[in-house]
C-alpha cells in the first residue's frame, strides 16, 4: 500500500509517498480502507523525533482516519466489512488502509462526508473528553479555550455552543484568527500578543468571581494568569506544555479556592479506557453531527502526495479548523 514513510526525523521535506506492506487485523481489530486523514499538531512532533508511537502501534503518522471496514479481525461483533467508521489510531493514518481496534469505531452518520468524518476523532474527542468528562463544563458556567483557531480549540467551542449553549466561552486567539473565532459564537475574544496576562480582562468581565474552566495547552507562560483567571472550585485542564514545563504554583491560593489542575493526553491510554471514551461521545455528542447542530471545519483537502505542504501549513499557522489528507476517493 501507498504510505507517507519517513527516513529520518527533521522539517516537512523529510516525509515521503513510498510503498510498504499493508497490515492485518488481529483480534478485535478491523482493516479499514483510509479515504481521508487529517494533520494534528502531534503529527508534527512525531515527525520531529519527539513523540514515538505507543509500543504496538504503527509509526507511521496519522492518529485519526475516516474509511470503510476492508477486513474483520476475530472477536469482532456489530461491525462488517463495507460499513462506513472513523475512529482514533494509535498511528498509521497516513496510509491506504490502517488498523483500529473495533471498540474506537464510530459510524459515519449519512450526512457527514468522508473529509468531515477525517476530522472528528482527534480533535473533537480530545475538546470533549476534556472540556465535558474531565472538566465537567455545564450549562451557564464560563469557561477559557486557549488555541484560538485550532482543531481542538475550534472543536472545543462548537462542542460547548451544541452541549452547553448557554454557557459563556472566552477565548483567546491571535490577531489575524479572532474575527473568525467570534463568528463561531463565542462571547469574548482576547487578543494574547497584547494581553499576555489576561487575568485582568476575565476579572472584570466576569465581576471578580473567575471562570469554571479553562482548556490550555500553552503550559508553563500560561501558568499564573490560568490560576488567577479560575474562580472557586475551578478547573485547568492542561492538554499541551509549548510553551515550557516548569513554573511556579501558589499552593495555598489554590488551596483555599478549591481548584484543581487536571493533566491529559489521549494518545497514550489504555485500549478499553479509551473505548469507553469513544462510547461516551458517540452516546451524547455524535448526534450533534448528524444533525449538523456540528460540522467540522476544514481549511483545506491535500492529495496524499502533498503531505509536506499539509504539513507546512500547520508549522506556519496559517489554517482555521483542520487541514485534511484525502488518500482515495470514496
Request: glycine content about 10%.
Amino acid at each position: 500500500m501507498k504510505a507517507v514513510l519517513i527516513d529520518e526525523f527533521g522539517a516537512p521535506e523529510v516525509m515521503r509517498v513510498g510503498e510498504i506492506k499493508k497490515p492485518q487485523a488481529k483480534s478485535g481489530e478491523v482493516l479499514i480502507k483510509v479515504i481521508a486523514t487529517s494533520i494534528n499538531r502531534p503529527d508534527l512532533v512525531q515527525r520531529m523525533g519527539n513523540y514515538p508511537a505507543p509500543a504496538g502501534d504503527s509509526e507511521i503518522l496519522g492518529l485519526e482516519v475516516a474509511g470503510t471496514i476492508a477486513e474483520i479481525g476475530s472477536d469482532v461483533g456489530n461491525w462488517k466489512v463495507g460499513d462506513r467508521v472513523m475512529t482514533l489510531v494509535g498511528g498509521g493514518g497516513y496510509a491506504e488502509y490502517a488498523v483500529a481496534y473495533a471498540n474506537h469505531l464510530m459510524p459515519i452518520p449519512d450526512s457527514m462526508s468522508f473529509e468531515e468524518a477525517a476530522c472528528v476523532n482527534e480533535s473533537y474527542i480530545t475538546a470533549f473528553l476534556n472540556v465535558f468528562m474531565l472538566g465537567g463544563l455545564q450549562d451557564g458556567q464560563t469557561a477559557i479555550l486557549h488555541g484560538g483557531g485550532g482543531g481542538v480549540n475550534t472543536a472545543a467551542i462548537q462542542l460547548a455552543k451544541a452541549l452547553t449553549p448557554n454557557a459563556k466561552l472566552i477565548v483567546t486567539a491571535n490577531p489575524t484568527k479572532m474575527e473568525r473565532v467570534k463568528a463561531l459564537g463565542v462571547d469574548l475574544v482576547i487578543d494574547y500578543t497584547e494581553t499576555p496576562d489576561f487575568s485582568g480582562l476575565i476579572k472584570e468581565y466576569t465581576n471578580k468571581k473567575g471562570v469554571d474552566l479553562i482548556l490550555d495547552h500553552v503550559g508553563a507562560k500560561y501558568l499564573k494568569p490560568n490560576m488567577n483567571s479560575l474562580g472557586y472550585t475551578g478547573k485547568l485542564v492542561l492538554i499541551g506544555v509549548i510553551s515550557g514545563i516548569k513554573a511556579e504554583l501558589n499552593l495555598a491560593l489554590m488551596m483555599v479556592k478549591r481548584q484543581q489542575i487536571i493533566g491529559s493526553v489521549l494518545r497514550s491510554r489504555p485500549v478499553a479506557e479509551k473505548g469507553e471514551i469513544v462510547a461516551e461521545f458517540t452516546r451524547r455528542a455524535l448526534p450533534k453531527f448528524a444533525d449538523r447542530s456540528i460540522v467540522p471545519i476544514i481549511e483545506e483537502v491535500f492529495p496524499l502526495e502533498d503531505v509536506v505542504a499539509a504539513h507546512q501549513m500547520m508549522e506556519e499557522d496559517k489554517h482555521f479548523g483542520k487541514i485534511v489528507l484525502k488518500i482515495a476517493d470514496a
